[in-house]
């Protein structure tokens, strides 16, 4: 378990950082350069909540929660170097927020279905050592914007406290429901092809 839990605040250090210099860059630029965390992910190994949602035992889904708290605390160690930036971060930030809660939990929940797809597909491939599925996929789910529910912890955490605090019930709701939707799209291949060759 310990090992688990370091793997996890290192994959959610590493989508942090990606992160931050999506922040920094945005647009097509900083989506092209998020890649750089699921890349160091998957080559490392470690454990990241879109990356084995889709590979995980249904016996062992205590163990992704697990991962998800890792993630999220590796996430709250790059947010806060976020907030010491003279980068207008923050402000970034809190508009990806806004946008997210503009749409409502249940369309993010549904949109976030996509970015669980791509990032099941992406992980699939890279690590047969097909690395391009991944270059696209990535930059594709930023810019469709389909929530990642890691990204999203390290963006709702750099955002300014006194908007965070102001709308927190919301935000949580919101947050539950990219996380399940992430779920269902990381594991819509085996939700389809029930029954059928599996995925591996």
């Not at 709308?167 to 992430?182: E, P, R, T």
């Amino acid at each position: 378990m310990k090992s688990i839990i370091k793997s996890s605040i290192l994959a959610g250090i590493c989508i942090g950082i990606a992160g931050f210099g999506f922040l920094a860059m945005g647009g097509v630029v900083g989506a092209v350069m998020f890649s750089f965390g699921l890349i160091t992910v998957v080559s490392y190994k470690l454990k990241l909540y879109t990356g084995t949602a889709g590979f995980i035992k249904k016996k062992e889904t205590g163990t992704l929660l697990l991962i998800l708290f890792g993630n999220i605390i590796g996430c709250l160690a790059v947010a806060l170097l976020a907030r010491l930036s003279p980068l207008q971060l923050q402000d970034t930030a809190q508009g990806i927020l806004s946008s997210r809660l503009s749409v409502g939990p249940l369309k993010a929940g549904l949109l976030a279905v996509g970015c669980g797809f791509l990032m099941t597909t992406s992980v699939t491939f890279a690590r047969k050592g097909q690395w391009l599925p991944l270059l696209f996929a990535v930059p594709l789910f930023i810019l469709c914007g389909f929530p990642h529910c890691v990204a999203d912890a390290f963006y709702y955490l750099t955002v300014p406290l006194n908007f965070l605090s102001s709308s927190i019930i919301d935000v949580l709701i919101l947050y539950i429901s990219i996380v399940i939707g992430n779920f269902i799209g990381c594991n819509l291949y085996r939700l389809i092809m029930a029954g059928e060759e599996k995925i591996q």
